[in-house]
Structures are given as C-alpha cells and as structure tokens.
C-alpha cells in the first residue's frame, strides 16, 4: 500500500491532520489558483451513490490540473465478475496516478493491499469516511480554533455512519470530547451515549445524521414526525443550543426527519460551509498524495 494513501483516520497522525487542514485553509486563502506541478491521471471509483464526495473530489481534481476519469461501475467489467483488485490494478497498470474509491464492503481496501498508487477512501461500508471527517474537523476548527475540549454531540443512525465512526475516533485523538445520541438500539457506544435533550445543551457543535435505511435489515416503524419529535433537532432543541454552538450534518438530508428544514439554512448551520470545505480538504489530500509543496 502507498504511504501516501488514506484509507481510515489512523493512517494520519495528530500532525498530518494538522497539516491537511492549514493546507486546506491555504487552498480557501492563498493558494486558490496553486496547481500540481504536472497533470496527474487520477479515477474516481465510485461503487455506490454520492453527490458530494464524488463530485467535490472532481472539483478538486480538476482545481489542481489533474486529468480526471469517472468510472461507472454499471457498464464496467464488475458486472461480468471482474474482482474489485483485479479493477483496480487494472486501472493502477493502464496509467492511472491516483485512486478515489468508494465501496460498500467494510475495509473494501484490506483487498487492495498489493496496489501501489495512492488510494483516497471516499467512504467504506459502515467503517470509514476520512475525507468527510477532514472536513467536519476543519469546519470545528474554523469555528473555535482548536480541538481541545470542543464537545462534539453526533446524533442518529450512529451504527450504521461511517462519518461517527471516524469522528468518534478522530475528536478524541484530538483532545475534543465525544457523545452521542438517537434512537439507543443505534447508538453502538453505548459509554458516549447521552439523551438528545441533555445533550443539545452540554454540545459545542450538534452533527446530526440520517437514518442510513440502505444499511438496514429492518424498516424503522417510526413516522417521520415522530423522529423528528423524539430524536431530530427540532426548533425548540435548537433554541436550547449555547450561543456560539453550530449545527452540522454530512448530508445528504432527510429534511424534517433528523432536522427541521428550517434549520438547516440558519445563522447557526455550518453544513454549507462543510460542503464547501470539501473541496479544500480533497486538494489538500490529492496534494499530500502525489507529495507535493506549496
Ligand atoms: N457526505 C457524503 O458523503 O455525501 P455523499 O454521499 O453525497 O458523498
């Protein structure tokens, strides 16, 4: 595997992700128009839906002059049995620079380990989504310029999200301070867990996530309403959040189920300027990969 490549949070140390994120802050302010030094060929493998990983990994991309190839695993070879590391080093050995994958299976990468171009995790099953827990951090540390004792409340389908999974980890590593909260049977910490409303109030930054029904076995016999009133951030939960504390979400919404619509636009959500972040966190992450200086 490619010393370059990030497939979980703890392929990057406290200073690594230190440096990914002023990198990241670098690339919002004063290296907007930096570029690689040469236009690497690098392919997104996406095996499962995404609007904002993908697609903000192709603004990057293209931001820094790479030569960019989205796969479509639907009209690929994957569907006449051809093995996700037989694609792989298949695209590696045809010239490819860079690999952004995003897989179903749990550690998808574990069967990647003969592959020597740097691979990026655009998310794996239920276990690992470092570039989004890049973002979210960046988007914390921009609100209160450090990680130490910043409380971070994650509220939902906890079991299921890869995004808790690598901030669970990350914001500890960091010195910030983790609950978590929802329906209990999802809460998979059952240590971090603490009631939504008791909660709302103890947080710096609320993340809130959606149900992740393709991860399900069963349907949740719940109507929308009534996860919004028992576990979703409801205008009145809202109201009870500290004055400096923001609102967040991976995305994509389920609106007015883990969160009132009305919220997700206000003073206090930062989930836009997550997205936004995205872009700058995916440079610093191609930059790191091909070991490049500003
Ligand atoms: N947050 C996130 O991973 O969104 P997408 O599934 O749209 O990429």
Not at 71 to 84: D, H, P, R, V
Not at 179 to 187: A, K, T
Not at 240 to 258: L, Q, T, Y
Request: aromatic share 8%.
């Amino acid at each position: 595997m490619n010393q370059r490549s990030v497939l979980t949070m703890n392929y990057l140390s406290v200073d690594e992700i230190m440096s990914i994120l002023n990198d990241a802050m670098s690339f919002s302010s004063s290296h907007q128009d930096w570029q690689l030094s040469k236009p690497r060929l690098i392919a997104n493998l996406f095996f499962e839906p995404s609007t904002r990983t993908h697609y903000s990994f192709v603004s990057a991309e293209h931001q820094l002059g790479c030569k960019v190839v989205d796969f479509i695993a639907e009209s690929s070879s994957t569907q006449k049995g051809e093995s996700l590391y037989d694609t792989v080093k298949t695209f590696e050995t045809i010239g490819y620079e860079a690999l952004i994958i995003r897989h179903t299976e749990n550690s998808y990468f574990d069967q990647l380990e003969n592959i020597s171009v740097p691979i990026l995790n655009a998310g794996d099953g239920c276990e690992n989504h470092p570039s989004q827990c890049l973002l979210d951090l960046l988007t914390i540390y921009q609100e209160f310029n450090t990680f130490e004792n910043i409380k971070l409340l994650i509220v939902g389908d906890i079991k299921h999200s890869r995004v808790a999974h690598s901030n669970v980890e990350t914001m500890k590593r960091l010195g910030g301070e983790v609950r978590l909260s929802g329906p209990e049977f999802l809460v998979d910490d059952k240590d971090l867990y603490m009631p939504i409303d008791e909660a709302v109030e103890w947080a710096d930054a609320v993340m809130m996530l959606r149900i992740q029904h393709e991860r399900h076995e069963d349907t949740l016999m719940m109507s929308k309403e009534e996860y919004l009133a028992n576990y979703g951030l409801t205008k009145e939960r809202a109201a009870r959040m500290k004055d400096h504390a923001i609102i967040m979400h991976p995305a994509p919404i389920n609106r007015d189920v883990e969160i009132d619509s009305d919220l997700v636009e206000c003073k206090q959500s930062r989930i836009f300027e997550q997205m936004k972040n995205g872009v700058y966190i995916r440079k610093a992450m191609l930059k790191r990969a091909f070991d490049e200086k500003f």
